[in-house]
């Protein structure tokens, strides 16, 4: 019995067909986009409305599936001219389905796929990409999205509904307005030449309605409606937020003063974080606004809350049937939205001034707005596997330790790479996480402030300290003076060059460079360090560019005079002589962190030392 029960229950599943999203494979639309994200929904054909989404649900990379929608759809196109000539309703008085959907060619759906309608390409269906997903530094990504889009004639006009499904769970609802100019006066308060003769194009203005019928995740009884607005303060020097629950069906204006914005948010189900999963309206097109005569009340308010009637469906000239009301305005009768199926209506406004440029054809104009997944995700679902690398964390291993101070060291004398590409290429250092101190530079000073956080020397610079980096300002004390001393022979035909630095007050990081000609032969080899004063020392030589590179740091600090390295010179013969040695650059930087002047001039010489010649 059991077995014959489940195996029912199987039959009874629809193939290939998701949870809620119930429609047959011809009016089902099922897209995982690169990164993982699924789209998938139903469509369907009304004779006023044209093409009807329903059932519109998200899956982000990795995550559940959600159902958004239960349906969405085009509510009016009331286009009133401003010389009261016409005011049209396009949706109700000429509808986008039927004989004004347009047979879509494959020329104007390139890359895509002609969703068919009893033999008419209703819907095309294109993968586009839309940019950055993201971009951080050394690290970005491209993103997708599915469109939708029909067209419908209406008149001279052919409208483009668009549904752009972004990787990011985003919504982008547009309309695209083109053809030809409708109607035309020579009335000059009303209108802009566009032909010979003084025949302008009629100025008019296009409302376009949606109607979305939310039904956020499992139930569609349980969401709730939010208002945002940014509220300044008396001085107006700050700005903050309030959030206001719409209890009952109501109407509301947009305003950009107060940033004002709304969502539907459902009230059971959290993301990850335990914020309650939401969608944001966010108001685009803002530039225009018809606030129309009394006998066209829908005009009075943009946004629209109200509780789900089947027969309310068109924002004007709504059928008059099963006790339903002619519009919208009328929708909002003060009915409670508390445990009730709600519906959002919102409307964009663009004015039409005509110009040359509408004429033979006009150019497409677009207009619409957005819906924004808020907190739906616990991330972002387009970066989720992103590493980023905290300041200090140049081995990028979520630890900020000796390593870290270890690889800037390195970097400092020229022994390790250095890479601004995520994820870090074996052994190199990550360029945009060195510059510890923010002075614009990777080096000895931050190794130095990276390894004093590692053994518990607190300096402003240790993790988890917040805000801006700013740079130590130079310390006015008595220089440090580095010097090149006498050159000694060694007893194995080599000259040791020693560099030593005097310092009154105590040394943190210490950077030397030097420099020698590149084209000499013979050995050049260097010791950090040999007193071994510093806690961690490095020193490089570059015989292609003829460079030696010494750097030295110490947590704790070192003051007096320091032998901070030694260049080793071996001729590559008996009759040879030894290069010219040069101090090139000094970087000297306190226990913490600032910057100490430095001279490195010579009683003489101006830090030049020229070597003997070698003579044995
Ligand atoms: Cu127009």
Redesign the pocket.
Same mark, same amino acid.
């Given at each position: 019995m059991l077995v014959a029960s489940a195996a029912l229950l199987w039959l009874h599943t629809p193939i290939g067909a998701q949870p809620g999203a119930n429609c047959s494979a011809s009016f089902f639309v099922d897209e995982t986009l690169t990164n993982g994200a699924r789209w998938q929904l139903c469509w369907e054909h009304r004779s006023l409305d044209g093409i009807v989404l329903r059932d519109v649900y998200f899956t982000p990379p990795g995550g559940v599936s959600r159902r958004i929608l239960a349906e969405g759809s085009i509510a009016q196109v009331h286009?009133p001219y401003d010389d009261n000539s016409a005011r049209f309703h396009d949706i109700t008085d000429d509808g986008f389905g039927d004989n004004n959907l347009n047979n879509l060619t494959a020329a104007e759906c390139p890359g895509g796929a002609l969703l068919q309608l009893g033999g008419k390409n209703a819907i095309c269906q294109q993968i586009q990409p839309r940019g950055h997903a993201f971009k951080g530094l050394g690290m970005q990504a491209q993103g997708e999205q599915l469109s939708l889009f029909s067209v419908s004639t209406s008149g001279e006009?052919n409208y483009i509904p668009i549904w752009r499904f972004l990787d990011n769970g985003a919504v982008e609802l547009l309309m695209g307005?083109a053809g030809k100019?409708?109607r035309f006066t020579t009335d000059s308060r009303y209108g802009w030449p566009v032909r010979p003769n003084g025949v302008r194009g009629t100025s008019?203005i *296009?409302n376009y309605y949606w109607r979305l019928d939310f039904d956020l995740g499992e139930h569609g009884d349980d969401d709730v409606v939010e208002e945002f607005n940014y509220l300044a303060s008396a001085d107006n020097t700050r700005r903050a937020l309030g959030v206001t629950r719409i209890i009952n069906e109501t109407a509301r204006s947009i305003d950009p003063v107060g940033m004002r914005s709304w969502r539907i948010r459902d009230d059971g189900a959290a993301n990850a974080n335990g914020q309650p999963i939401s969608y944001h309206l966010e108001p685009i097109d803002v530039a225009h606004r018809d606030v129309g005569p009394d006998f066209e009340p829908w005009t009075t308010s943009d946004f629209y809350v109200t509780r789900h009637r089947a027969c309310e469906r068109y924002a004007s000239h709504n059928p008059q049937v099963s006790g339903c009301a002619d519009n919208l305005a009328a929708f909002v009768n003060g009915e409670s939205l508390v445990g009730a199926d709600v519906v959002l209506w919102y409307g964009v406004t663009?004015h039409?001034i005509a110009r040359d440029e509408d004429e033979p054809m006009?150019h497409t *104009?677009w207009s619409g707005f957005r819906l924004v997944p808020r907190d739906w995700m616990d991330a972002n679902p387009v970066a989720a596997d992103l590493v980023t690398c905290a300041v200090g964390d140049v081995t990028c291993d979520g630890q900020i330790d000796a390593a870290d101070a270890l690889f800037m060291l390195q970097y400092d004398v020229g022994l390790r790479a250095t890479s601004g590409q995520l994820p870090l290429p074996d052994g190199a250092l990550y360029t945009y996480a060195c510059d510890v101190s923010g002075e614009g530079a990777c080096n000895a000073i931050d190794a130095l402030l990276t390894l004093q956080c590692d053994v518990g020397l607190p300096n402003r610079f240790c993790p988890p300290v917040e805000g801006l980096r700013a740079t130590e300002p130079a310390q006015a004390a008595a220089p440090v003076v580095v010097t090149v001393g006498n050159a000694t022979q060694s007893p194995h035909d080599a000259t040791r060059v020693t560099l030593r630095a005097a310092a009154a007050a105590e040394i943190g990081a210490l950077s030397i460079t030097a420099t020698y000609d590149p084209n000499w032969r013979g050995d050049i080899a260097c010791v950090a360090d040999p007193a071994a004063s510093f806690a961690l020392s490095a020193c490089h030589v570059d015989p292609a560019a003829g460079v030696v590179r010494f750097s030295l740091v110490s947590p704790a600090g070192v003051a007096g005079d320091i032998a901070a390295g030694e260049i080793v010179i071996t001729p590559p013969n008996e009759l040879s002589t030894a290069p010219l040695v040069m101090l090139d650059s000094v970087v000297v930087a306190a226990p913490n962190g600032a910057m100490l002047a430095t001279d490195t001039q010579r009683d003489d010489e101006a830090g030049r030392l020229f070597l003997p010649l070698v003579e044995r």
């Open positions: 286009v006009y307005a100019l409708q008019h *296009h663009f039409h006009m *104009h």
